[in-house]
């Protein structure tokens, strides 16, 4: 997989590009950038800046609405009390 193709799944599995399209825009141009074959030199700064934007988008995007801590604590006491 290319880091293009690992970019854009994970910009679109956090459903982050809605909420800084310009982040995202930055992550997908980075990632291009790296499939480029920019040289050895410039590789391993293009991937910390990609690695710290995809970082970013993390941060902000929304959560998600399923499992979260107060649905597990909910599941657990539906189970102990035989729900």
Known sequence: MSA????????E???AEDVAPGL?????SLATAL???PG???TPGLARELRATLLE???LAPPKAE???LDDLA????KRLGA
């Open 75 to 78: 599941a657990r006491r539906a």
């Open 57 to 59: 988008l993390r941060k």
């Open 40 to 42: 050895a030199a410039a």
């Open 13 to 15: 599995r956090l459903g």
């Open 24 to 28: 995202a825009a930055i992550a997908i």
């Open 4 to 11: 293009l193709d690992a970019a854009r799944a994970e910009i």
């Open 67 to 69: 499992g979260d801590a």
């Open 35 to 37: 499939d480029g074959d």
